[in-house]
């Protein structure tokens, strides 16, 4: 069964740091690019960033970039986001999705895989 799953969200005051984990299985990452994505309440879905599957491409939206850092390790089939200077604009549900990486962005489509997302929430 294909699956992404992430991890690694939860409470964290401000200033705050998370790491987040997004785990493959029934597929191998290493020939897709991956996309982290957030949606707050009341808000719509946008793209945090992103890392290409082979060239080391990345994105960064830029309400994180400085503060968030993507990487993935092929041999254990995962990608992370580490996000550090955590603020309260920062709270909502996190997905990794597998999904079209360039530096201007990310986005997905209709056979794309999501995760079922992980919560972060920033707050004193």
């Known amino acids: 069964q294909v699956q992404l799953v992430e991890s690694g969200g939860g409470l964290v005051h401000p200033g705050g740091s998370l790491r987040l984990s997004c785990a493959a299985s029934g597929f191998t990452l290493d020939y897709d690019a991956i996309g982290w994505f957030r949606q707050a309440p009341g808000k719509e879905r946008e793209g945090v960033s992103c890392?290409?599957?082979?060239?080391?491409?990345?994105y960064y939206a830029d309400s994180v970039k400085g503060r968030f850092t993507i990487s993935r390790d092929n041999a254990k089939n995962a990608v992370y986001l580490q996000m550090n200077s955590l603020k309260p604009d920062d709270t909502a549900v996190y997905y990794c999705a597998t999904a079209f990486c360039a530096v201007t962005g990310t986005r997905t489509n209709e056979y794309d895989y999501w995760g079922q997302g992980t919560q972060v929430t920033v707050s004193s």
């Open positions: 890392i290409s599957s082979s060239d080391g491409t990345t």
